[in-house]
């Protein structure tokens, strides 16, 4: 079972070696993408503080948001500028979703929420992308524990993830 680790005793040796971060490692590796994930001083929960621990804007950081659609988790890679609207998540898969909560969210991809990374889950979840992350020339997702991220064009990161493109955010 994958363990969290306390932030007061973060360092960038402990959260290389953290399994989830391991895994996300050996997926980029399998892809052909060199690894460059880096750890944050602090942990990022927030697409704000993401951005502000790596000094890019808000809508570099690719969110990784799990929703329910009964026992199957989607995935939906956003734009850390957008909140996602669920009734276009819906309405793309055909299924009724919900919000996963933590528990769920572990178990279908082996991630906290924080760090959930948008490869390497446990279970193939059903994936789209928010299609607003094009907009950038690389964009900064999870890397498999809260304080890592690693760098990728949104062109590889659809690819890796075999992500629907689509207009998700919720319309302001």
Avoid at 53 to 78: H, M, N, P, Q, Y
Wanted: with cysteine; net charge neutral; hydrophobic share 45%.
């Amino acid at each position: 079972m994958e363990t969290s680790i306390d932030d007061s005793r973060n360092d960038s040796r402990n959260i290389h070696a953290h399994p989830g971060v391991g895994r996300v490692r050996e997926a980029l590796l399998r892809y052909g993408i060199k690894n460059n994930i880096i750890v944050t001083p602090t942990a990022t929960h927030t697409a704000q503080a993401a951005a502000d621990a790596l000094g890019c804007s808000i809508g570099e950081i690719a969110k990784s948001i799990i929703f329910r659609a009964g026992e199957r988790a989607v995935l939906v890679i956003t734009s850390g500028k957008n909140r996602v609207d669920d009734k276009k998540v819906a309405a793309l898969i055909a299924l009724t979703v919900s919000k996963a909560d933590a528990d769920f969210v572990r178990a279908q991809t082996g991630f906290v929420i924080g760090g959930v990374a948008p490869l390497a889950h446990t279970v193939a979840p059903i994936v789209l992308m928010d299609q607003d992350l094009f907009a950038f020339e690389h964009v900064w997702p999870a890397a498999g524990h809260p304080n890592t991220m690693f760098q990728i064009s949104p062109v590889q990161l659809a690819e890796i993830t075999q992500a629907r493109i689509a207009d998700i955010a919720l319309m302001k």
